[in-house]
């Protein structure tokens, strides 16, 4: 058995190996694969989370056993090995190790049920039923590398810009928007809700402690199947007292910026592996009437409160690597929340990035007589959102913010075909397992 504690102190991670270590006996743990067995020598290639490495034995040169159990252990299984190591310029990744000790900790049955080399043959539904393996995968790791990459680089810049990170139920008594289907749940004597969104939260938040952000999980009972819609994905969330449209997109603008500055800077290692050349956006603004004005003389059929997934698309194709601002989005188009500004326009905005929606966002109504008339006018009873439009009545100052898919977020910056690649378990309508 191999002691964990000793490993944990003597393991070297793969991609911490330089040139200092030339020459060394280090010890190194991961799954092995890719073995081939060249007569007297042998190699196969070990990875761990940080990279990888070849491992070369000759016979002679290493013990019968080592030699023997380098083409002879399974794919994924895994081991512990300890050898000397060494530069190498025939080596796929500069360098190799000869092993003097080969443990195997755990082996990898066969065949294994998908493929997991990177440019995996495997269909994704079926990669994602076996999710964890899946994940042995360097493109699958890549992926949510840059993902936490992007977490930790949203709350680092917020906290620096004095936001205050909040958490919210997510078990509500009724919708807080009208509209998206819920899912219900029984909740002791009564009927409750999952959250579809963090929206009325958040602007009770902001009313008070003026800059608030979280990371809140949503919950849809959307029936369609799409490859940009998830049924349970995550928000990036956010609302700032004392601030119209224009405030809280600059502050968007920022933070997306911010968040592929620091993919950028920390996972270089994980773009080369996509094959990607990411750049930092530019910010451009338009308004709705422009954008679709745009689209229509690409003869693309525009829709008048809405831009379809088509005049969206031929945005991006217009504006690549850039934040696309589109505001004085028509009222009929936004939920009732969002502060009308007269001629049939509101303050409501969406952001496109590379050709997809990945933000909607607004100034908020703050006034309850207001609010009463925008639910009347889309058809809303004001009765069932009463503690919301109180909530406006003892000093709530005026403010707005936006909710930004954190999955649809990583699919447009990573170029993602389908959004299941950006979520390590996704819930659609077919999959709730595993
Ligand atoms: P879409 O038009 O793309 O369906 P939406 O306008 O219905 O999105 P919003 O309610 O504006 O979505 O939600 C804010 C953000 O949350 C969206 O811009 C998107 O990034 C993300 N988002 C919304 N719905 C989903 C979903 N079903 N799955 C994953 N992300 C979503
Ligand atoms: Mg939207």
């Not at 493929?115 to 360097?138: A, C, I, N, Q």
């Not at 029984?186 to 608030?212: H, I, P």
């Not at 703050?366 to 000093?395: C, M, Q, T, V």
Request: aromatic share 10%; with cysteine.
């Amino acid at each position: 058995m191999v002691d964990l504690q000793k490993l944990n102190k003597e393991r070297i991670f793969l991609g911490n190996l330089t040139a200092k270590d030339d020459g060394k006996k280090v010890v190194v743990a991961g799954w092995l694969y890719d073995s081939r067995d060249l007569g007297k020598i042998r190699f196969a290639l070990l990875r761990d989370i940080s990279g990888e490495i070849q491992v070369t034995a000759t016979k002679g040169e290493v013990k019968e056993d080592i030699f023997k159990a380098m083409t002879s252990v399974s794919r994924e299984s895994v081991v512990v090995i300890s050898g000397i190591v060494k530069k190498s310029d025939k080596a796929p990744l500069g360098r190799e190790i000869f092993p003097e000790g080969f443990e195997i900790l755990a082996k990898a049955e066969q065949p294994l049920p998908i493929d997991v080399s990177d440019f995996s043959k495997t269909e994704l539904p079926k990669r994602l039923d076996y999710r964890f393996l899946d994940l042995h995968r360097r493109r699958a790791q890549a992926i949510f590398k840059i993902q936490s990459t992007m977490m930790q680089a949203y709350r680092e810049y917020m906290v620096k810009n004095s936001g205050i990170e909040a958490n919210f139920p997510s078990i509500i008594s009724s919708s807080s928007e009208g509209g998206t289907e819920l899912y219900q749940l029984k909740y002791f004597e009564k009927n409750a809700f999952l959250s579809q969104s963090c929206q009325l939260y958040k602007q009770m938040l902001a009313c008070s402690v003026e800059k608030v952000f979280a990371v809140f999980t949503v919950w849809r009972a959307e029936k369609h199947n799409t490859v940009r819609h998830l049924n349970e994905s995550r928000q990036f969330d956010y609302e700032q007292a004392f601030a119209d449209e224009f405030v809280v997109m600059d502050v968007l603008g920022k933070v997306v910026q911010y968040i592929i500055s620091e993919v950028l800077r920390i996972n270089k290692s994980e773009l080369t592996i996509l094959g990607l050349k990411l750049r930092i956006p530019t910010v451009k603004y338009l308004t709705f009437m422009e954008a679709n004005a745009l689209a229509k003389k690409h003869k693309i059929k525009i829709d008048e409160s809405d831009l379809s997934g088509e005049v969206e698309k031929k945005l991006g194709e217009l504006y690549p690597d850039t934040i696309l601002f589109v505001h004085d989005w028509p009222l009929k188009g936004k939920p009732f929340y969002i502060m009308p500004k007269g001629d049939g326009l509101s303050c409501g905005f969406d952001a496109l990035y590379n050709g997809m929606e990945i933000t909607s966002g607004g100034q908020r109504v703050h006034l309850p007589d207001l609010l009463i008339e925008r639910l009347k006018a889309k058809g809303l009873n004001p009765k069932n959102f009463e503690s919301y439009i109180n909530s406006f009545r003892f000093g709530s100052p005026p403010h707005s913010g936006w909710g930004m898919g954190v999955e649809r977020l990583t699919m447009q910056v990573l170029g993602l075909n389908n959004i299941r690649e950006a979520v390590l378990f996704p819930r659609d309508r077919d999959r709730l397992t595993p």
